[in-house]
């Protein structure tokens, strides 16, 4: 993807660079801290604009229009601290809103419900189901902690609903609550290992939960293989 962030606020679009660094690591992720400066910077390539709409000077829906009518395919994505001002940035017809604290969930959400689809990101690391394997550009990839497989494979199995601590302790561990710490060991090992292939972008967590992205993850198989297999049920 080729996004374009622009804020007023430094620490705004550094923080949403990295975000969508992470989400989409193989695009190009620009930035501007001013609203004419990104007029400029306008392109037809340019697929989504992730706007502010409360800065100094020209607001975001000022810039949202002069920039439409240019660029009228253009994914706008407001972010906003004040929802005032929503209805009024209704009538630009946005893709989506965002609102601050940013949330690396709420940008995943509003990208896969673009006005004007995009093809995501897809992650290198593809599965098999039965029996379940994890493979980086087709060769075979090891997690380095034996019980990661497992924790991975039922990530996968869940086919992207977050799971809650309880639950992984109940599949892992039949719900030990002294392997607490354990599993936080094994979660810090996962996203290590999938960080390093460029991949940490399938790990989801939000509210204490986690789960794998299942959208940007290619697997071949049936899932229920998976529980079968790691005698889950």
């Excluded at 193989?26 to 400029?40: M, S």
């Excluded at 037809?44 to 395919?73: H, S």
Aim: glycine share 6%; with cysteine; hydrophobic share 40%.
């Amino acid at each position: 993807m080729i996004t374009l962030t622009v804020d007023d606020q430094p620490s705004v679009t550094d923080l949403m660079k990295a975000m969508l660094a992470k989400i989409d690591y193989k695009g190009t992720h620009l930035t501007a801290n001013d609203p004419r400066k990104a007029i400029e910077m306008i392109t037809p390539d340019v697929q989504i604009l992730f706007l502010d709409i409360e800065m100094p000077g020209m607001n975001g829906i000022e810039a949202a229009k002069e920039i439409q009518k240019r660029c009228p395919r253009l994914n706008i994505i407001f972010i906003t601290g004040h929802t005032e001002y929503s209805l009024e940035a209704h009538g630009v017809f946005p893709s989506g809103f965002i609102t601050k604290p940013i949330d690396e969930q709420d940008i995943m959400t509003v990208l896969q419900n673009l006005r004007f689809p995009v093809d995501m990101p897809k992650s290198p690391v593809t599965v098999t189901c039965s029996p379940f394997g994890v493979f980086v550009e087709g060769e075979p990839f090891d997690f380095k902690r034996d019980r990661t497989i497992e924790l991975f494979a039922y990530l996968v199995y869940k086919n992207g609903t977050f799971c809650t601590t309880g639950e992984l302790l109940g599949i892992l561990w039949d719900g030990s609550i002294d392997k607490d710490g354990h599993l936080r060991q094994l979660i810090k090992d996962m996203r290590d290992c999938l960080k390093e292939i460029g991949a940490e972008m399938l790990i989801l967590k939000k509210y204490g939960k986690i789960a794998v992205d299942i959208r940007t993850l290619e697997y071949t198989g049936n899932l229920p293989d998976i529980a079968e297999e790691f005698r889950w049920i």
